[in-house]
């Protein structure tokens, strides 16, 4: 394969961080505000929110794993994984609505949840953000490591640690805002990269002729555009992990507490299409590999990408590939140092350690300092070479268990602090016993796992539909799902545990949070959400508002 | 599928994510001159 020179590799690396460096300067403060480190000012414009939600939720494996989907699949591959992907920013803007309507100076989504329920859910929620943000930082670093290494003379752990520190370098002195101004560029990036790259090697390849002689030699499978193994193995797992990904990711909820509120819908409809065209469009470089009969570099289909540019690419776009990666890498990894950073600063510090008597100046400097624990912690596992992508797919499914519990939370007043916690651990441990399978999956054992599974496609569709359509859609739905999938379900799902497991944390999460619910008689005035959940900068009520979480007024 | 509707089927794509990234560099030029109008800062 053709490799950069190692001065080149370097001068990319340096130009890239630098001028991003340099941007961020841009809005470096010298007395910078706690909430606008966090969250910007909440009034962030349409093109830079977009752009910035769009950058966020393209990360290096985005495109490795949509092209090894549009590799193993065939024609229908790509856009099992872009489609769906996509979507997930989609969906959560409903309930993205709710979050702001009910507490417009959030932080963080476990804030809400404070202020709902008390200490035990919230940490719960801030808990799984900081193991999935932290996985993501890892993933983010590898992912440089990995295309340093393959693109040029240089190692795996140079490219770590030249993009750990070039990423911290302009993301520590302004935080969110770092990283919201800094997104326009790196998407403006890996969008031209995308647009001047995929014609290229398309007709490299010879064009309109590949298909004539490439599509004969796929397998029917590959070649239809409804694979029942593409929508089984790639789009029906993804697609359960659409709502839990989105909940369970701080990054996300960081941007739509930071954009204007009327913005929103189209800032989550522009970034879906955004995410959708450049993930889907590189994921058929995999499809014209397969058509091409390209066998990935040691039977790896991660190398697909980085082999198809330096094959087919000449020397600059080969460069442009590499911007469009260390673009794409770069804007995720520094939203996920943001996201923890307010996580620790708010959820951690600001509830917790400072015993409802946050101080701005301290709370800055746990915020900065979070970012450099994380990153060394980053760097360091980064190193290590772990089997990140199976931790992934592992948190994954585990936010599983807490979707239902945080949305239900938010428009149910019945729910209770314990209802939320027994449920989250319920569906853990039950998650847990179907994918490592601690119990062996036959007879009554598979037949509940099974119908558990059944309720948590039901509760997946359900939420969804409820979302945009309202409670009796949503309830409509959800129930016929469930009576959908129930007979194909029993006896055959217990044959795929990552699938099995996933909606088994739904369903029993769900079950479990709504039968303890229905023991209380509790009824949650939403107002108090809004009276708690408030600005830390400048705000002498917010010293005093969490002496401990006093019961809101019970409406009866 | 025809080789046509193939090659569109892989080239859309680009064209849309070109698409996207001419709107949000119009709207982030209108940002900028309206913060620059207002006196506010763009994040």
Redesign the interface.
């Known amino acids: 394969m053709y490799q950069l020179s190692t001065p080149t590799v370097l001068l990319l690396l340096l130009c890239f961080y630098g001028l991003t460096f340099l941007v961020s300067l841009r809005v470096g403060r010298k007395d910078e505000n706690v909430d606008g480190y966090m969250v910007s000012n909440n009034s962030i414009g349409f093109g830079m929110a977009a752009a910035s939600m769009t950058a966020t939720w393209i990360w290096a494996a985005s495109f490795y794993a949509a092209a090894s989907s549009g590799y193993k699949f065939g024609l229908s591959g790509a856009l099992h994984y872009g489609f769906w992907g996509a979507l997930m920013i989609l969906f959560i803007y409903p309930f993205g609505r709710r979050f702001r309507a009910l507490a417009p100076k959030a932080h963080t989504l476990a804030e809400i949840m404070h202020a709902r329920h008390g200490r035990s859910s919230q940490m719960i929620l801030a808990g799984s953000n900081i193991v999935g943000s932290m996985i993501s930082l890892m993933v983010n670093f590898t992912a440089a490591g990995a295309l340093v290494a393959v693109l040029s003379p240089l190692s795996f752990v140079h490219g770590v640690l030249i993009a750990g520190f070039g990423i911290l370098g302009y993301t520590i002195w302004s935080g969110f805002r770092s990283s919201v101004l800094t997104d326009f560029g790196q998407l403006f990036a890996m969008i031209f990269a995308a647009v001047v790259i995929i014609p290229i090697i398309f007709f490299q390849l010879g064009g309109p002729e590949l298909f004539a002689q490439g599509m004969p030699t796929l397998s029917p499978e590959q070649a239809s555009f409804y694979s029942k193994t593409a929508i089984l193995e790639q789009g029906a797992p993804y697609f359960v992990a659409v709502l839990a990904y989105a909940i369970g990711n701080q990054t996300i909820a960081q941007r739509l507490f930071a954009v204007r509120e009327d913005l929103m819908k189209s800032t989550f409809v522009t970034a879906t299409i955004g995410y959708a065209s450049i993930v889907i469009g590189l994921g058929m470089l995999g499809f014209l590999a397969l058509l091409a009969g390209v066998q990935p570099v040691e039977g790896d289909l991660n190398n697909l990408i980085p082999q198809m540019a330096s094959t087919y690419l000449p020397p600059f776009a080969i460069g442009l590939f590499f911007i469009m990666v260390i673009g794409s890498l770069s804007s995720t990894a520094d939203s996920d140092l943001s996201a923890l950073s307010a996580l620790v600063m708010t959820d951690v510090y600001g509830k917790n350690l400072a015993k409802g008597k946050p101080n701005a100046k301290t709370m800055l400097f746990v915020g900065r300092l979070t970012m450099v624990v994380a990153t060394m912690l980053a760097v360091v596992f980064a190193s290590l070479k772990l089997d990140i992508l199976t931790m992934l797919i592992f948190v994954g499914a585990l936010w599983g268990a807490i979707v239902f519990p945080v949305i239900a939370s938010l428009y149910w007043g019945r729910i209770t602090n314990a209802a939320f916690t027994s449920a989250a651990f319920a569906g853990f441990l039950m998650f847990l016993v179907a994918r490592f399978e601690l119990l062996e999956l036959e007879g009554v054992v598979a037949l509940s796992f099974e119908l558990f599974a059944s309720i948590g496609g039901g509760v997946v569709i359900g939420l969804m539909a409820f979302g945009f359509f309202g409670r009796k859609v949503g309830f409509i739905l959800g129930g016929l799902a469930f009576l959908i999938l129930a007979p194909f379900a029993f006896g055959f799902l217990r044959d795929y545990p990552v699938l099995l497991s996933s909606l088994t944390a739904y369903g029993v999460s769900t079950v479990v949070c709504v039968l303890v619910s229905l023991l209380s008689n509790e009824d949650f005035d939403f107002d108090c959400i809004n009276e708690r959940v408030v600005a830390f900068h400048g705000n002498t009520d917010a010293a005093t508002e969490d002496e401990g979480v006093t019961p809101c007024p019970v409406l009866r | ?1 025809s ?2 509707a ?2 569109l ?3 859309i ?2 064209v ?3 698409a ?2 001419i ?9 900028m001159r ?2 620059k109008r207002d006196g506010t ?3």
Do not use: E, G
């Open positions: 599928m080789s046509f193939l090659t089927y892989v080239l794509w680009p849309i994510a070109a996207v990234l709107t949000l560099c119009v709207s982030l030029y209108r940002d309206k913060a800062d763009l994040v």
